[in-house]
């Protein structure tokens, strides 16, 4: 990689962070009224399901598709990678980082799947919000959060603030995902 192309490729990833990050802290904001004050999200969990599958990187994006899932306790979801060099890696202490998982819950890392179409997949046996996050892809805020069983929004690990060096758009975007289930659940 010549000193050109890695200032270019810097740039863009900088960029990209901080575009997430934006996009981020405006989801957590609501939406300013006439008034002046601030209207909190509003946000409707999808119907649990006994399984669902999320695409990673549709349309070469840096995403998932959907980002937050709602599956019954017992339920699996399905990761497929539509693009290219994805993962979806529990916050868990196995893998490194605090833990955004239910404490009795079961970890998950389904590696980076590099091929498009290859999918990994994962049962959940624990009710509560489970974070999660594209290993290659986590500076950019590639992240998402499944929801298992109707759980209590107290205590959920899932739920807790990320810590402020988790890198680039990732901590914004927990926060977007996290005031979207807090309202989905307590509805």
Same mark, same amino acid.
């Given at each position: ?67 937050? /899932? ?6 699996? /979801? ?50 509560? /919000? ?58």
């Amino acid at each position: 990689m010549t000193d050109s192309t890695r200032r270019r490729f810097l740039r863009s990833a900088t960029a990209a962070s901080a575009t997430a990050a934006l996009a981020g802290l405006a989801g957590c904001a609501g939406v300013l009224s006439d008034e002046g004050q601030t209207t909190p999200i509003e946000y409707t969990l999808p119907e649990a399901a006994e399984s669902v599958e999320v695409k990673m990187g549709p349309d070469g994006s840096n995403r998932n598709d959907p980002e937050i /899932v709602h599956i019954e306790v017992g339920g699996t /979801v399905t990761w497929t990678n539509a693009s290219r060099n994805h993962s979806a890696t529990a916050y868990a202490p196995e893998n490194d980082f605090p833990r955004r998982i239910p404490e009795d819950a079961a970890s998950w890392d389904t590696g980076v799947l590099l091929d498009k179409g290859e999918s990994a997949s994962h049962t959940f046996e624990t009710p509560g /919000v489970y974070d999660y996050y594209c290993t290659p892809h986590e500076p950019l805020g590639m992240v998402g959060t499944v929801v298992v069983g109707d759980p209590d929004p107290a205590d959920q690990p899932g739920l807790k603030p990320p810590r402020d060096d988790r890198a680039g758009g990732s901590a914004a975007k927990l926060e977007t995902l996290n005031a979207k289930v807090r309202s989905g659940l307590e509805k």
